[in-house]
């Protein structure tokens, strides 16, 4: 096969591109310029899209023998994923950005192109699996390594896309073990330490970028009952789930911790309350995207809500375009805008947005 | 076997060079600065290699200054020059250059507004590449401290008219600095005859070595040097002298003005640049071939296509070619040149520039037109691919 390889300038990328090799396929590695400005391209601030991350990247296919460009699809990425995360925000939802570059970037706009121009598939360096059924046809599961999974962030891929995604370390039974063979093909990344943080916003602080973005938004902080505790500067600031930086100065009552229960940002209320206050047991999720054929009827699955969350049982029914959860075991702080990702065993079937949750209590 | 058509941006050591090259290199120690006989030997090898270059160049011995390349010769120019003419007037500190010239001068001349107060003047070129002349005159004035102007636009192919702005120049009592990296070797350059005060020259353009060129400076033109140290060069370019180079740039230079007019380059280029014209969607960029434009030249957008689509397809058929100017940072981004000529940063987004050199062959040709029409259509397709799932995908989630 014609592969496409997304090297980011990282271990894993980089050994997955040369897996790809090992595997007969014809190469080509890429690297997404993701940053419209170009100065930063050449300043070297941490995260992705960075001159260094390209060179990096650019040695590494050099190493393997293959081409190597950069694309630039940042006009795509700034408008997709940077610009969806502000909105999101400013909606009072928690967007994850790594699962839309996956859904509108890197298997969108990047396997779209690499189709046009002759490719069969888009490699990167995912922890997932890539499984053939007895039809024959693509499904995507677990990585073999339960720690490094990432099929969560993968979860939004339709049928199309999951058919053109190839994941060589899939099977690799444990991050060392990749950073390991990293070293033994000599690929001088080996050593290069794991990116965390959202790429674009590479000094980590989410608060600041947001408040660039959409100024101050000043609002209330409120109890359950409407009580006023406290003020902030923007809804933006908040996430459900989050107990510090409230900047309330009075403890509760009853001397518990607060959390923030829900986010209004029409009357730009943060609504705090108790720890099992944030407990739910169904959510309600929009945009459904299913890999596999849709579950018709009420159906027995695993649910995860976050890219590190473990799986919790539960039951799936699809109500026109409207994914009905029912949690068999609660789950805790759920916002709307996460991406609910359902699995049956070890395989993804499909996900939705969560759109809104039901509490225990 | 590929064919190899990015001779603009580095063409192959030519025999007569590899050979000086390695003869030189081998005989051993020898600093041409040095006083016993292995410098002295050097010192020969530097100065034969001088008066070679100069004779091949229209110039005297005395007016060359070894570099290390175009870029150097082009800092050294542009930065020596303004800073000389300023110390010696300050009210001198306007620079006049076309917007369509290579990025060695361009940034130089952007570094000295930025950072020592210098005045731009940026001069329009029209559809084609070429300056306005008129817009020289009309800028040229009591303010002036120097005018910079190519010899031969290295994206485009298009010659400019050198003699006659120096001409402009000089009645305004202005020097006038031409980067004829792409020119010397391909063109007959003679630089007395132009009028320029300083030309800036890339072996490995020619055929010589990278890392080797010069800066040729009219006699009684005043430059403040760009680095400091040792003194050679009269002081205008400190550093040891490269004897190989020296002697390598101008065997190949010797060679490369024994071929000229190249009519066999040119016959080339022109088969070339007919078979890509019959693509459709294809628009040829540039001045006519003829005096006019650089023999090995020949450039083209498509309209439709993204450049980084058309490389790679080539790349993969086996034809290396070029965007534009070769890109340190990977990133496309649209010609400056094209978009001084009044181009769109769409229609400058499907640009390719085939470059022909002294090996270049028929099969060269043969291969690029084979390769061009399968490449357009597909480059094409791919750009229309692009946001079609995105779209999709966006419509979709609309009601969130």
Request: net charge negative; charged share 20%.
């Amino acid at each position: 096969m014609r592969v496409l390889a997304a090297m980011s300038g990282g271990v894993d990328s980089a050994v997955a591109a040369a897996r790809a090799v090992d595997a007969g396929h014809e190469v080509v590695g890429v690297h997404m310029a993701l940053n419209r400005n170009p100065g930063t391209l050449r300043t070297g601030s941490r995260g992705c899209c960075t001159i260094e991350d390209s060179l990096d990247a650019r040695r590494a296919a050099d190493l393997l023998g293959i081409p190597f460009y950069v694309w630039d699809l940042s006009d795509d990425f700034v408008e997709d994923v940077v610009e969806d995360f502000v909105a999101e925000y400013a909606a009072g939802r928690t967007p994850n950005p790594c699962v839309r570059c996956n859904e509108r970037i890197k298997f969108a706009a990047l396997l779209d192109k690499g189709i046009a121009l002759g490719f069969d598939a888009v490699a990167t360096g995912h922890y997932a699996q890539i499984v053939h059924g007895a039809d024959g046809r693509a499904q995507l599961h677990r990585a073999a390594d339960a720690a490094k999974d990432q099929s969560y962030v993968l979860a939004v891929l339709d049928e199309d896309q999951v058919a053109h995604a190839m994941f060589p370390l899939g099977d690799a039974p444990t991050k060392a073990e990749v950073r390991a063979e990293a070293e033994r093909r000599g690929l001088p990344v080996a050593k290069k330490p794991d990116s965390h943080d959202i790429c674009f916003i590479p000094d980590g602080d989410t608060r600041g970028f947001l408040a660039d973005k959409l100024g101050e938004v000043p609002g209330e902080i409120v109890d359950e009952n409407g009580a006023v505790l406290g003020s902030h500067t923007g809804t933006y600031g908040f996430t459900v789930g989050q107990r510090k930086g409230l900047g309330i100065g009075r403890p509760a009552p009853d001397g518990r911790p607060r959390y923030v229960l829900s986010i209004e940002p029409v009357n730009r209320t943060v609504t705090v309350g108790p720890a099992e206050r944030l407990q739910v047991k169904g959510l309600v999720a929009v945009d459904p995207i299913w890999n596999s054929p849709a579950p018709a009827g009420p159906t027995e699955v695993h649910v995860q809500v976050r890219a590190h969350g473990d799986p919790v049982p539960a039951v799936v029914e699809l109500l026109g375009e409207e994914l009905q959860v029912t949690l068999r075991a609660p789950l805790n702080g759920v916002a709307p805008g996460q991406t609910v990702a359902v699995y049956s065993g070890t395989r993804v079937l499909g996900s939705a947005t969560i759109s809104g949750t039901t509490p225990v209590s | 076997m590929t064919a190899y058509l990015d001779h603009a941006s580095t063409t192959a050591l030519r025999p007569e060079a590899l050979q000086a090259l390695v003869a030189q290199a081998g005989l051993g120690a020898g600093n041409p600065s040095s006083l016993h006989s292995a410098g002295r030997r050097a010192r020969v090898t530097v100065e034969e290699s001088r008066e070679a270059l100069a004779e091949g160049l229209g110039a005297r011995p005395g007016e060359v200054v070894w570099t290390s390349g175009g870029t150097e010769s082009d800092n050294l120019a542009v930065k020596g020059l303004f800073r000389a003419r300023r110390d010696a007037d300050a009210a001198r500190n306007r620079i006049l250059v076309p917007a369509a010239e290579h990025h060695a001068v361009l940034d130089c001349v952007e570094w000295l507004e930025a950072h020592e107060g210098a005045k731009v003047t940026w001069l329009p070129v029209d559809g084609t590449g070429l300056v306005d002349l008129d817009a020289l005159a009309d800028a040229l004035g009591e303010d002036v401290a120097l005018v910079s102007l190519m010899w031969a636009n290295n994206e485009v192919g298009t010659i400019q008219p050198v003699a006659r702005a120096a001409e402009l120049a000089h009645a305004a009592g202005v020097p006038l600095h031409t980067d004829a990296v792409q020119a010397v070797g391909h063109l007959p350059v003679d630089f007395a005859a132009s009028g320029a005060d300083l030309l800036s020259l890339s072996a490995h353009k020619f055929g010589g070595p990278v890392g080797s060129g010069a800066l040729i400076v009219k006699r009684g033109t005043t430059l403040v040097p760009q680095q400091h140290g040792g003194g050679q060069e009269l002081g205008v370019r400190s550093g040891t002298l490269d004897a190989a180079g020296a002697a390598a740039t101008a065997a190949a230079l010797r060679a490369a003005v024994a071929e000229l007019p190249d009519t066999r380059l040119e016959g080339l280029r022109d088969r070339l640049l007919e078979g890509l014209a019959h693509v459709p969607g294809a628009v040829v960029r540039g001045a006519v071939p003829g005096p006019d434009r650089l023999p090995g030249n020949a450039h083209v957008t498509f309209v439709g296509c993204e450049g980084d689509s058309l490389t790679y397809l080539l790349d993969a058929a086996g034809v290396e070619c070029s965007t534009g100017s070769a890109c340190q940072a990977g990133v496309p981004q649209p010609s400056h040149v094209l978009l001084a000529m009044g181009l769109s940063a769409t229609e400058a987004a499907g640009a390719l520039r085939f470059s022909l050199g002294w090996n270049s062959t028929d099969a060269d040709v043969d291969a690029a037109l084979a390769a061009i029409g399968p490449a357009v259509d597909r480059a094409r397709r791919a750009t229309g691919s692009r946001t079609s799932r995105r779209r999709h995908r966006i419509a979709e989630g609309a009601h969130r």
